[in-house]
Each structure stands twice: as structure tokens, then as C-alpha cells.
């Protein structure tokens, strides 16, 4: 687990103090982040995040680290900004032409926005997984196969199946496709297509792995599964999940971070943030007034 | 792992560069498509206009012009008859003859004659009848000049120097006489815009097609339009879903995509051989034209019908409407500006439509203007396929100069669609 | 009476039964306490009594003015002598046309054979007696229709019930129309083509080489039964569709791609309404490019390669005729393209790909059978396509697949077979209707199979 950095006062106050609020629009914000958003070594590392659609603004001024191997969760009310926030991480807003993106974005100290990082090797690095499965109409395998014949990952066809047989095996799926690879991905099942996505996103074995409401469209057997599934990854991999579950972020989750209207209201450890949240908004979403 | 992350990191920077030549080509591809497409449509216009804008000009040659009574074997300006009978062409070889006295020789004669358009007899009948004092008198007149001097008269001085296809130096020598006297203008073709077809080219209009157009597509129309949107209406609000409705909706799409030409041969077999309703009138043409657009109005009608919300229709429906009056009083009325625009877009395809008619006769050589649903007649595109099959030159001009007018007003009536769905627009949202 | 004015009498008498009835109605109503005590509004009852003076007489002048002639002329021949009965259609035909030219006055009268002078005669007052009679007949139909559409009036008459059956009826036969139109295509082609294929068997016109449709002037003449093998003009037909399809379809496809893809708002709203001013075009102008301009330029620079070039080359003709084509196919390829979701493009761009690898492997392939069917509604239109070919396509049916040759088309000599004096009887124009009949079964089946690969494909994403 990663340290928090509960003892930096540069960038943070510390303590039980309640921290400054502003007052924006009738609504009581922090002025900074409250609870340990920071962490002393992380992956990612995001500062002064500002995304904008064209004049409208979606994200106000957010920062926050995310460790090695680390589950955070982000809840939030519908519109927050959770997937335009996760969308600039691995620069996918790039392909929304009003989209705008400022502030400090680093994996391993690495700029993400310069201009010497290059999207598509990014994106290789940092992979992602939909709110809605979707599957290429095209095999099982060849779903699987997309990410690392695009990088030329493999170079002999013996080398593909392996990686194609990891990946499966890893997303659980291996055992239920194993006989029927070259069959179209969108005839499987929501939670299987949802869980050969994520197979697809591992096949290139990805540094960082988004997922935007990856559950929203599953039944609770699926969910289930891929809930078990990046309790697995999490050993691995660095995940950042969206959800609208909050049962589902404190199962799979280190640290929740809770969006408001654009702004990063609180982070703090899971258990925290369910049992004893800090700021009256977390508390009011937890709680159930709004949502 | 980290380890295996720097190697994966690095194989996928190596073929980075490949990839991205290869997206860089293939929005090439792109580029150059959308570049071909654009470069076709400024080429195709351009070619046409440059080919035809001079057609909107005309030669004229001043001449001296007496009315001699002899010449013209009259006797009474009054009597239509002898006004029939007159040879005004004479007087305008006399003309001509006492403007280059020195001319002998049969050939020679026959050429200078040629340099009036036989149609400047008919301007000075029109001119005498109007007044007739001037019998035996003289008058400077200007004359519109034969195709012939328009063609090398308009070509003087372009880059491809001047064409004398069908010009002796004899008669080139004449022109120059007269354009160093100041005898030869430039004047707006009136004739282009208010004659019918001519085997002349400087005496050939447009009026006769563009009426002949007009009369087809009033009919056309007429016809279609409450055809297609009763036929669009039942189709959308009151078809039970059974095979009868699938056969004619299947039917109706593929209507759609049948060649024009296989219209004409229906109009040929049904119309002119069995019903013996005679060849090249425009009632037929609208007939064909009809059956021809019905689709496309019947499709663009539903997509407009289909437009209106439901909530609509169920609103009234709550109040005790009943379907008829649901239709009459609440679909038709909101669809109706979708559905303008696709008649009118439907028009506009009739109005370039040919094939059908040369099929059905509307293709023979009709100088008289059209003056009804009945008369003979041709339309605007057949006449530009009549003009560009005719050999001589001038026509090639013409018929660039009728396409002109054609397209200008396919683009006033696409203008107009536009603006109807703009509006429609606005209003929905 | 004239046709027009006979309408607008119509047109008066109904309205006058539409108030009548209406009035009739209202006046009813009165004595049970308004209006709401009958069984339909006023206006309906006005409406059914309008049907029933109009419909009926609309009716009867319309099967009128379609059978006139037809009946007309066979009371004329029936009531000829024995040996003036015509043997053949042509033969009618001429029959009729003189009885014609007599009655108006173009024939003298003396010189003609007596019996036909009468049938001229018997021509002009069966004219104007059967106009006068079915004129009569018309009015007195919707007299009577005004009257029981007023003496039906009562309050429980169930009006509106009727007049919006016969709303619907009508609807319906419009609706009908389409079937009737396709119906009537078929007969009036499969008629004629029957009637050739008596003529000429189907086995030399399907798959004959040699096609010379002019007719010897001499039977004696050589070849005088003109020769009518098909396969030149289905090759040259195919030949210049498939040059156009060259052009088209990577243009069209590439330039759909672009605009939907990778273009900005500003070029997008430039460059497609533009390319779209190219479907607009009729095509008898793309006909007078392609003769004037194309095919002088292509002869000219083949020549300076030092190759035949043929005036009317296939090529000429195919590329003009592609790039009438390209809207066609980019606007179909447009849709298609932007039905493919959004969601696929996000997961591929997600795994790293670049937009064109997105594209080529993900989008394209998810389009695929979209863009077959546009292509296939294409090729129908090529193979249809009339104006283009016949001003820049030869008249010889030569059987080669040399673009720079020239090449005849099945529209073509449809349009050379039938514009101009013909006799309806000779194997000559009658192959024409043949020649219609591949064609619409062709393109037919070609639009029918499109349509349902482009259905198919809209409801896998809908
Ligand atoms: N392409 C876009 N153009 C303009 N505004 C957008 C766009 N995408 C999102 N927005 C706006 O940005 C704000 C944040 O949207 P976002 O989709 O990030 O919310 P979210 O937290 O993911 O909501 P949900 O839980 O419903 O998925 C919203 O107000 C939305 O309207
Ligand atoms: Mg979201």
C-alpha cells in the first residue's frame, strides 16, 4: 500500500481544522481537496486540473496522485466530470474537438500533455475499459488480437496466442471461450463482452488501467465477476474506476475520491470515506440525499 | 515488471514512425478524394460557362436599308397578304450589295448575302408593318449577323486566335471593313430568351423549351404532389402491418432506384401505343415525369410525417379526434414544410430529367412557342441534347448558354429547399 | 363540353351538395336540441353528400377519357366492309390513321375509298355524340349523387364513418399507385419483349455476339432479318459502369471517410454541399462534358502517347459518368459510416491506435455491408445511366474490353431503337422493349438485394 502523505503542510493544511470553504453557486466547497490526495511516491501524478468544453468548464482546478498498484475509486453525482476527468488521463478527450485540457498530468514523472508524449503510445500505456461493452465485430480472438498486432507485440503467430491465452485467462474468460475463439465477439453475453473488453485493454499489457463505469451495464452475477476480476488486477496493475455503485467502490477500492460538480471534493481511504467522511457534500452523497 | 514495461514501452516507439507515415498517407488519400471531387465540380463549371457566357452577346452589322416597294414586290403595306408573300431578305441583299459594290462572281454573292441572318427579313417586316410610311424609304438599321461572322466576330483576338472554319478571306476581309467602320456591335441576344428552336443558331431561343419545361412540371406537380403525400399519409398513419404494406413499401424503394429510361417505356406503351395520347405534348411528359418522381416524394413526405411527435397525434386523438381529422388538422399541417422541400427537390430532379421524354417523343425540332398543356413541345434538357448534337459551331455555344440557364434555376429551386429546411429546422428545436 | 369546364361544373355541384346536406342537417338537428344530438358533425354530413355527387361522375369521365379512343376506334373498324378488315396491327394502325386524315380534312375525301370516307363520317359523329353523351351522363350521375347524399340525411346516419372510409380508400389507392406503376412496367416490357422474342428466339438474342438491329430495305438483302445478339451491349454496358465504378467508389469512399473523420467543421461545411452540387447536375450536362471537353482531351493526350484513341472512347463516358456517381456514393457512405458507434471508435483509439488504423480495421469492416449496398445501388444507377452514354458512347456494338475503344450500351440503343418515326411491329423497336426488359430485371434485382443489405445493416445499429 502507498503511503499517504498526511505530512506535507506545503501543499496541504493538516489536522482536524476544517479546512477554508468557498462559496460558489450556494454550495460549500473546500478550497483545497480535503483528505490525502497526495501520496509521497504515486504512478500518475495530476495537478491543476482544468478541462474545458469550448467556454463551459467541466473540472475546476483538481489535483491528486495515484500510486503503483493501486484501485481508486471516483463517485460522484451524474455530470460531475468523473469520465471527462478520467478521459484526459489517457488524453481520449483528444478526439472531442472542443475539449481543452490544462494543468500537470505525469506517468512516472512524464508529462502526459507535451508534446513529446505521443497519444497513441500513451494510450497503449495507459488502457481503458467503457461504461457500455464494445466489442469489435469481429472474432473473439481477433478482439483480443487487436492491441498487439497494432503494436506489433508479437512476432509469430505462436507468440499472439500466448498473449491472447493470458489475457483471456487473466480476465476470467478463457475457460468459457477456449473452443469457440474465432466466433464474433458481440455474440457473448454483456458481462463476458464486458470482461473480453478488458481482456483486449490487458493484451498490451498496459501500465494503467481507466474504467468508466465498467459494471453500469451488468447484471449483479457479472458485476460480481469483474469485481473479483480487478481485485486480481489490482496486483498488477495501477486501475482508476469510475462507479456509481458505492457498495462497489468500498469492495474493490484503496482510496475513493468523491467529484462534485466538477471539483474534487474529498479523497481519503476507502473505509474512510464510507464510514467517516470528512466534508458535508461526501457525506450528503454517501448518505443518499443526492445522487 | 518494470522492466517488461520499459521493453513493451519501446517496442511499441519503434514502429511508431511506420504508423504514423502510413496515417499521414492515408489522410492523403483523403485529401486528394475531396480535392478530385471539388476540382471536378470548379472544372465542370467553368468549362461550361467559359464555353458559354458569349451566347448571351449577339452580332449585329449596321446597314443601309431602303424599303423598295419593287424590291419587294408590294404594292400595299396594309394587305397582310403581300406582307407575306414579300421577299424582305431581298432588301437586304440590296443592302449588302451597295455596301461592297465590288463583289461579282455567284460563289462570291452567295457569301456576302450570308453575312445577314435570314432572320433580319423579320425584323424588317415587323418594322414596316409598324410603320408603314417607311415603304420606299431608307434607313440605317442594325441586323443580326449570320452565326457564321458571330462565331469568328466573337473568337477575334482570344487566345486560340480567330476561328475561320467556315470563313473565306474574302468574307473575313468584309468583317474587317466593317468592324473598322464601327458597323459591327456586341448586343444583348434577345433572341436567346424570347424564340423558340431554330435551325439558325443566332435565331434559336430558349423560350420554347423553358415553356415547354414549365408546362410539364405544372403537370408534374399537380399530379405527384398530393398523390405522393395522400399515398405517404396512409402508408405512415393508416397501413395495417401486413404483406399488402411491406409489397408497397418495397415497391416504392425500389421505384426509386429503377432507371428513368425504363419510365419512357412505359409512357411509350401505356400512353402513346395503347391510350393513342399523341407524341411530344407535355400532358405525357408530366404523365412520366409523375410516375417517375412519385417515389421520391412519397419517401422524403414520410420522413417529414415521421418528424412530428408523437405526443402530437396522441393529444389530439385524447381530445375525441378522430384519424381523419388527426391528419387534417395536426400531421399534415406541421409536416407540410418537410414536405415541400421534398417535392420541390423532386421537381427539381424532373426538370433535369431526359431520357424519359426522348422516349415518349418529346424530342422533335418545335419552333413554335408552347401555349398550353397540349401543344407540342420539348423541355429545357431535351433541347440541350437537340443542341448538342447540331453541328454547327455557334450551337455548342448555345447549348453551353442553356445549360447555364438549366443549372441557374436547379439552384434557385435546391435555394429554395434549403431555406425550407432551415426554417423547418428552427422550428422543431 | 370541354374536359376542364365539365370539371369545374363538377366541382361547383358538389359544393352545392356539400351546403345543401349540411344545411339539411343542421335544420334536423334544430327541433332535437342542436347539433350534438346528431350522429356526425354538420360538416360530415356536407362531405358525404360532396362524395356522392363527385366520386361517382369523376369516375365514369375519367374511364371515359382513358377508353375513348380505344372504343371509338374498334366501333370504327367493326363497322368497315369484309375486305377493308386489317390483318395486322400495322395494318389497323394505318387503317385508322387514314379514317383520321380523312375526317380532318388532311385526306381529300375523293380520292379515298368510300367506305372510309363514311367511317370518317361515322368518325366525327361518334366524336361528338359520344363527348355529348357521356357529358350527359357525368352531370346526371352527380345530380343524383347530390340528391341521395341529401335525402340520406338524418341524425343517425353514421356520416363521419363513411366519408372517412372513403378518406382512407382513396389514400390507399394512392398508395397503390407505386404497385400499379411497377405493374404496368412489367407488362407493357414483358408485352413487347414476348412479342420479339416470337420474332428473334431468346437463346440468339442472350447470347449472340453479333448486333446489327437495321433492318435490309430489300428482304433479298443480306442479313435482312438484322442480327440481334445482346453480348456486345452487356459488355459495353459492364465496361463503362466498371470504369465509373473505378472512379467512384475509392473517391467517393475516401472522400466520406475524410469529411466524417478527419475534417474540420469548416471544410466539412464547404466541401459537402459541393461535392453534393454534383449529384444535382442533370445528366444530360454531364452528357455535353463529357463529348465536348473529355473525350476530345483523352483522344488528344492518348494520341500523344502515340495510342488509338477512339472519339467516343468507353473511357470518356465511364469517367464522367463516375464522377456523377461519387456524391451518390459518399453521401451513402457518409451515413453508413456515421452509424457505426462511437463507441467503437473510443475503444479502438483507447487501445492505442491511430485514427486511420480505427478506420481501416475497425470502422470499415463494421461498415462493410453498408457500403456494398451503396455500391450496389451505384452500380444499378451506372448500368441505368442513359444521357452520358448516348451523347458520349458510339453506336457501334463492338465486343471489346478495350476502354479506349468505343462501346455501346443497352440504354443507348433502347434511346437510337425508339426516338424518331417508327413502325411498332418490327423486331427492331420491339428489342428495344427486350433490351428494357434485362435492364429492369437487372437493376431491379441489383436495388432490391442493396436495399435489404443496407436494412439489415441500419437495424444492427439501431
Ligand atoms: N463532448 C462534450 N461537449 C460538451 N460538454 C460535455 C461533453 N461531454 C461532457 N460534457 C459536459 O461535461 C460535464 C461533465 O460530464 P461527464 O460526462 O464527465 O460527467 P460524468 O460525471 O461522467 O456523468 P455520468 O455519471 O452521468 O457519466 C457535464 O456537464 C457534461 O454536460
Ligand atoms: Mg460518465
Known amino acids: ?291 | 515488471m518494470t522492466n517488461l514495461n520499459k521493453s513493451r514501452a519501446e517496442q511499441i516507439q519503434s514502429s511508431l514512425a511506420k504508423r504514423y507515415r502510413a496515417e499521414k498517407r492515408f489522410q492523403m488519400y483523403g485529401y486528394a478524394a475531396i480535392a478530385f471531387g471539388l476540382l471536378c465540380v470548379v472544372i465542370l463549371f467553368t468549362d461550361i460557362v467559359s464555353k458559354g457566357y458569349k451566347a448571351f452577346g449577339q452580332t449585329y452589322i449596321q446597314l443601309e436599308v431602303t424599303y423598295d416597294a419593287s424590291t419587294l414586290g408590294i404594292t400595299d403595306v396594309n394587305d397582310s397578304q403581300q406582307l407575306a408573300l414579300a421577299d424582305f431578305h431581298g432588301i437586304v441583299k440590296k443592302a449588302l450589295k451597295s455596301r461592297f459594290t465590288d463583289v461579282s462572281g455567284r460563289k462570291a454573292k452567295r457569301d456576302l448575302y450570308g453575312l445577314i441572318s435570314n432572320g433580319a427579313g423579320y425584323t424588317l417586316r415587323d418594322r414596316l408593318v409598324a410603320n408603314p410610311e417607311l415603304l420606299n424609304q431608307t434607313e440605317t438599321l442594325w441586323l443580326v449577323a449570320d452565326d457564321d461572322i458571330d462565331t469568328y466576330y466573337k473568337s477575334i483576338g482570344s487566345d486560340a486566335g480567330a476561328f475561320t472554319g467556315r470563313m473565306s478571306e474574302q468574307r473575313q476581309g468584309w468583317v474587317d471593313q466593317l468592324v473598322e467602320s464601327n458597323d459591327v456591335e456586341m448586343r444583348v441576344n434577345r433572341n436567346f430568351f424570347t424564340q423558340g428552336d431554330s435551325r439558325e443558331p443566332e435565331l434559336a431561343g430558349i423560350r420554347g423549351a423553358a415553356m415547354g419545361s414549365l408546362f410539364t412540371l405544372i403537370i408534374t406537380l399537380a399530379l405527384s404532389f398530393p398523390i405522393g403525400v395522400a399515398a405517404a399519409v396512409y402508408l405512415e398513419e393508416f397501413a395495417p402491418c401486413n404483406r399488402w404494406t411491406d409489397l408497397i413499401e418495397v415497391n416504392i424503394n425500389n421505384l426509386a432506384a429503377v432507371p428513368s429510361i425504363i419510365f419512357g417505356l412505359l409512357g411509350l406503351a401505356i400512353f402513346i401505343n395503347f391510350f393513342h395520347v399523341p407524341r411530344s405534348v407535355p400532358v405525357v411528359g408530366g404523365l412520366v415525369l409523375t410516375l417517375m418522381t412519385l417515389p421520391t416524394i412519397i419517401i422524403s413526405s414520410r420522413a417529414a410525417i415521421k418528424a412530428v411527435p408523437p405526443s402530437i397525434r396522441e393529444a389530439a386523438i385524447g381530445v375525441g379526434a378522430s384519424p381523419m381529422q388527426v391528419v387534417l388538422h395536426h400531421v399534415l399541417p406541421l409536416a407540410m414544410p418537410g414536405m415541400l422541400t421534398g417535392a420541390i427537390i423532386g421537381m427539381a430532379q424532373a426538370l433535369g430529367e431526359t431520357a424519359p421524354l426522348l422516349m415518349i417523343g418529346m424530342v422533335a425540332f418545335i419552333v413554335d412557342v408552347p401555349g398550353g398543356f397540349t401543344d407540342p413541345a420539348t423541355v429545357l434538357p431535351v433541347q440541350i441534347f437537340l443542341w448538342a448534337d447540331s453541328p454547327e459551331r455557334a450551337f455548342v455555344e448555345k447549348t453551353s448558354a442553356a445549360i447555364m440557364v438549366l443549372l441557374a434555376f436547379l439552384i434557385l429551386m435546391n435555394t429554395l429547399a434549403v431555406i425550407l429546411r432551415k426554417r423547418l429546422e428552427r422550428r422543431w428545436l | 363540353m370541354q374536359t376542364a369546364n365539365l370539371l369545374i361544373v363538377l366541382l361547383i355541384l358538389s359544393a352545392v351538395a356539400y351546403y345543401m346536406a349540411r344545411g339539411r342537417s343542421v335544420a334536423q338537428a334544430q327541433p332535437l336540441g342542436g347539433i350534438r344530438h346528431l350522429h356526425s358533425l354538420p360538416f360530415f354530413y356536407g362531405m358525404r353528400a360532396a362524395i356522392w355527387c363527385a366520386l361517382p361522375s369523376l369516375l365514369l369521365l375519367a374511364a371515359w377519357l382513358l377508353f375513348d379512343e380505344p372504343i371509338i376506334s374498334s366501333l370504327l373498324i367493326g363497322g368497315l366492309p369484309e375486305n377493308l378488315q386489317p390483318n395486322s396491327a400495322a395494318e389497323h394502325n394505318l387503317l385508322l390513321n387514314s379514317i383520321e386524315n380523312i375526317a380532318s380534312g388532311a385526306l381529300s375525301a375523293e380520292t379515298s375509298a368510300p367506305a372510309l370516307v363514311a367511317a370518317a363520317e361515322s368518325l366525327r359523329d361518334l366524336r361528338s355524340s359520344g363527348t355529348n353523351l357521356v357529358t350527359a351522363a357525368v352531370l346526371s350521375l352527380s345530380v343524383l349523387g347530390m340528391g341521395w347524399g341529401w335525402v340520406k340525411v338524418s341524425p343517425i346516419l353514421r356520416a363521419r364513418q363513411q366519408v372517412e372510409r372513403v378518406f382512407r380508400g382513396i389514400l390507399l389507392s394512392c398508395a397503390c399507385v407505386a404497385i400499379f406503376t411497377t405493374l404496368g412496367i412489367l407488362l407493357s416490357v414483358l408485352f413487347e419483349s414476348f412479342r420479339f422474342f416470337q420474332a428473334v428466339p431468346a437463346t440468339e438474342f442472350l447470347i449472340g455476339t453479333e448486333w446489327s438491329p437495321q433492318m435490309a430495305i430489300r428482304s433479298d438483302q443480306v442479313g435482312s432479318s438484322g442480327s440481334f445478339g445482346a453480348i456486345p451491349l452487356f459488355v459495353g454496358t459492364l465496361l463503362i459502369s466498371f470504369i465509373a465504378m473505378v472512379v467512384a467508389v475509392p473517391v467517393g469512399l475516401m472522400s466520406a471517410i475524410y469529411l466524417a473523420e478527419y475534417a474540420s467543421p469548416r471544410l466539412r461545411g464547404i466541401a459537402k454541399p459541393t461535392l453534393e452540387v454534383l449529384a444535382g447536375i442533370p445528366t444530360v450536362v454531364y452528357g455535353f462534358f463529357a463529348a465536348l471537353t473529355v473525350a476530345p482531351f483523352i483522344r488528344q493526350t492518348g494520341e500523344g502517347f502515340g495510342l488509338q484513341v477512339s472519339s467516343e472512347s468507353a473511357l470518356a463516358a465511364g469517367l464522367v459518368m463516375g464522377v456523377m456517381i461519387i456524391p451518390f456514393i459518399s453521401s451513402l457512405a457518409d451515413d453508413v459510416i456515421n452509424a457505426v458507434p462511437q463507441s467503437l471508435r473510443d475503444g479502438s483509439l483507447g487501445l492505442g491506435a491511430t485514427r486511420s488504423e480505427t478506420i481501416k480495421k475497425v470502422i470499415f469492416p463494421a461498415a462493410l455491408p453498408g457500403i456494398v449496398g451503396g455500391v450496389l445501388l451505384a452500380v444499378s444507377r451506372a448500368i441505368g445511366e442513359t444521357m452520358i452514354v448516348v451523347m458520349a458512347a458510339g453506336l457501334a456494338a463492338k465486343l471489346t474490353a478495350n476502354p479506349l475503344d468505343t462501346v455501346t450500351t443497352v440504354t443507348v440503343q433502347i434511346v437510337t431503337l425508339l426516338v424518331g418515326d417508327q413502325e411498332f411491329d418490327s423486331p427492331k423497336t420491339l428489342a428495344a422493349f427486350a433490351l428494357g426488359l434485362m435492364l429492369f430485371v437487372v437493376t431491379l434485382v441489383l436495388n432490391f438485394v442493396a436495399l435489404r443489405v443496407v436494412k439489415k445493416y441500419r437495424e444492427q445499429y439501431d
Open chain 1, 1 to 291: 500500500m502507498n503511503k499517504m502523505v498526511t505530512d506535507i503542510a506545503v501543499e496541504m493544511p493538516t489536522g482536524l481544522v476544517q479546512p477554508e470553504q468557498e462559496n460558489i453557486d450556494g454550495i460549500e466547497y473546500p478550497k483545497q481537496t480535503i483528505g490525502t490526495p497526495l501520496l509521497e511516491s504515486s504512478k500518475m501524478s495530476m495537478r491543476n486540473v482544468d478541462v474545458f468544453y469550448g467556454d463551459k468548464q467541466a473540472i475546476f482546478n483538481v489535483n491528486v496522485d495515484i500510486g503503483q498498484h493501486e484501485v481508486i475509486a471516483m463517485i460522484g453525482p451524474s455530470g460531475c466530470g468523473k469520465s471527462t476527468f478520467i478521459r484526459s488521463i489517457n488524453r481520449m478527450n483528444d478526439t472531442v474537438e472542443s475539449c481543452k485540457v490544462t494543468g500537470q498530468l505525469t506517468l512516472d514523472g512524464e508529462d502526459i500533455y507535451s508534446t513529446k508524449m505521443d497519444p497513441v503510445a500513451l494510450r497503449a500505456r495507459v488502457g481503458m475499459v467503457f461504461q457500455k461493452p464494445n466489442p469489435f465485430p469481429k472474432s473473439i480472438y481477433d478482439n483480443v488480437a487487436y492491441g498487439p498486432r497494432l503494436h506489433g507485440l508479437a512476432s509469430r503467430r505462436a507468440e499472439l496466442d500466448e498473449i491472447v491465452e493470458t489475457s483471456l485467462t487473466r480476465a476470467g474468460l478463457w475457460a468459457e471461450v477456449k473452443d469457440r475463439l474465432d466466433q464474433p465477439g458481440t455474440g457473448l453475453s454483456g458481462g463476458q463482452q464486458q470482461r473480453l473488453c478488458i481482456a483486449r485493454a490487458i493484451a498490451i499489457s498496459p501500465e494503467v488501467i481507466l474504467m468508466d463505469e465498467p459494471c453500469s451495464a451488468l447484471d449483479p452475477i457479472a458485476t460480481a465477476k469483474i469485481e473479483e476480476l480487478i481485485a486480481e488486477l489490482s496486483q498488477n496493475y495501477t486501475i482508476a474506476i469510475v462507479t456509481h455503485s458505492m457498495q462497489q467502490a468500498a469492495r474493490v477500492s484503496h482510496r475513493t475520491a468523491y467529484f462534485h460538480l466538477g471539483r474534487l471534493v474529498e479523497v481519503n481511504e476507502t473505509e474512510k470515506v464510507f464510514t467517516a467522511p470528512e466534508h458535508q457534500l461526501t457525506e450528503a452523497y454517501i448518505t443518499g440525499r443526492f445522487g
